[in-house]
């Protein structure tokens, strides 16, 4: 599995950005796409997963009704929407592939992992 993403970028608070993750060699462990960043000085958090079959959706509460995460099955492309934005979304965003988990907002559920995107708000 390879996963690219794409689509960072600065922009000011209150705008709006979305990324990309490009998936190939999609195999049956690669059920759940997820969004993860990672801030400076900080631990890498879960921001929002899709799975492909069903499209169920599952968000990070300082996410939830500003960003918003699709794919297309055709492409095998993920989508996370991200409008609103906030200084504190500053942070270099990771695609992550895995399996069905009990434990799906951890990274250890995830097998493959895309390169980051860095996102960055101004205030």
């Known amino acids: 599995v390879q996963l690219q993403a794409s689509g960072g970028g600065l922009v000011q608070a209150g705008g709006s950005l979305r990324l990309s993750c490009a998936a190939s060699?999609?195999?049956?462990?690669?059920?759940?796409m997820g969004w993860f960043r990672q801030a400076p000085g900080k631990e890498r958090e879960f921001v929002a997963l899709?799975?492909?079959?069903?499209?169920?959706?599952l968000y990070a509460d300082s996410v939830k009704g500003r960003f918003t995460i699709s794919r297309d099955n055709a492409d095998n492309t993920v989508y996370l929407q991200m409008n609103s934005l906030k200084p504190e979304d500053t942070a270099v965003y990771y695609c992550?592939?895995?399996?069905?988990?009990?434990?799906?907002?951890?990274?250890?559920?995830?097998?493959?992992w895309g390169k980051g995107t860095q996102v960055t708000v101004s205030s």
């Open positions: 992550a592939a895995g399996p069905f988990s009990s434990s799906p907002l951890r990274e250890s559920a995830y097998d493959y």
């Open positions: 060699r999609l195999t049956f462990s690669s059920n759940v």
């Open positions: 899709i799975s492909w079959i069903g499209g169920s959706t």
